[in-house]
């Protein structure tokens, strides 16, 4: 669940999204980091999903951007997604890991 984890931290959040694990305090997380919370035992989904809010990461990018196919084509060419240059995207993401992923995170 933590490699689940850190693969859509860099794939939605990207290069900016270990420091955000690393520093950004959560209020929903009783005031911790995602890491703290993390190595207090929470689960990685609420982890994810206190992270994403706090960011405002829409529900469609939740899952990565290379699980939107074609559409993260569009949202990269419109501005960029998950804090990197418009027309900039992973080869390989958490697309193919996607039911499983929402198996455990959803």
Avoid: N
């Amino acid at each position: 669940r933590y490699s689940e984890f850190r693969d859509l931290v860099d794939d939605v959040l990207g290069p900016v999204g270990p420091t955000l694990v690393r520093d950004q305090v959560l209020g929903p997380l009783g005031e911790r980091t995602a890491q703290e919370a993390l190595d207090d035992g929470v689960e990685p989904r609420a982890v994810w999903r206190a992270l994403c809010d706090a960011m405002d990461v829409p529900e469609a990018l939740r899952w990565g951007t290379t699980a939107l196919g074609a559409h993260g084509t569009e949202l990269a060419a419109a501005g960029g997604v998950g804090g990197r240059p418009a027309g900039c995207r992973r080869s390989i993401g958490v697309s193919a890991w996607r039911p499983a992923l929402e198996h455990l995170f959803g």
